[in-house]
Nanobody, 122 residues
Framework: QLQASGGGLVQAGGSLKLSCVDS????????MGWFRRALGKEREFVAS????????LYADSVKGRFTMSRDNAKATVYLQMNNLKPEDTAVYYC?????????????????WGQGTQVTVSS
């Protein structure tokens, strides 16, 4: 139902833009989130966006560098990642929750995509 793409290999200081298409029928009523899992670490929250797209929430580690947005007409969310650092290397997952508001906790999300690898070289 959720298909993430846009990952790849980039040098430190570079940029990538991730996309996640939701083929479900309730995208416009779902808040969305991005999470990541680095090798050997637990999954962590990255960003969340409300159903309207007017409100966003970011982890402190990415605030000011990453921007989450959505296009409800295309049932797609995006994560623009600028000034990437080696510590951003991880598999990035998009997630959807049956609710309008943003959430940081992964159990609050009902659907998960398959993940896309982001690797930042130093």
């Amino acid at each position: 139902q959720l298909q993430a793409s846009g990952g790849g290999l980039v040098q430190a200081g570079g940029s990538l833009k991730l996309s996640c298409v939701d083929s479900g029928r309730t995208f416009a009523r779902n808040a969305m989130g991005w999470f990541r899992r680095a090798l050997g670490k637990e999954r962590e929250f990255v960003a969340s966006i409300s159903w309207s797209g007017f409100s966003t929430l970011y982890a402190d580690s990415v605030k000011g560098r990453f921007t989450m947005s959505r296009d409800n007409a295309k049932a797609t969310v995006y994560l623009q990642m600028n000034n990437l650092k080696p510590e951003d290397t991880a598999v990035y997952y998009c997630a959807a929750r049956r609710g309008y508001g943003m959430e940081m906790a992964s159990p609050s999300y009902d659907y998960w995509g398959q993940g896309t690898q982001v690797t930042v070289s130093s």
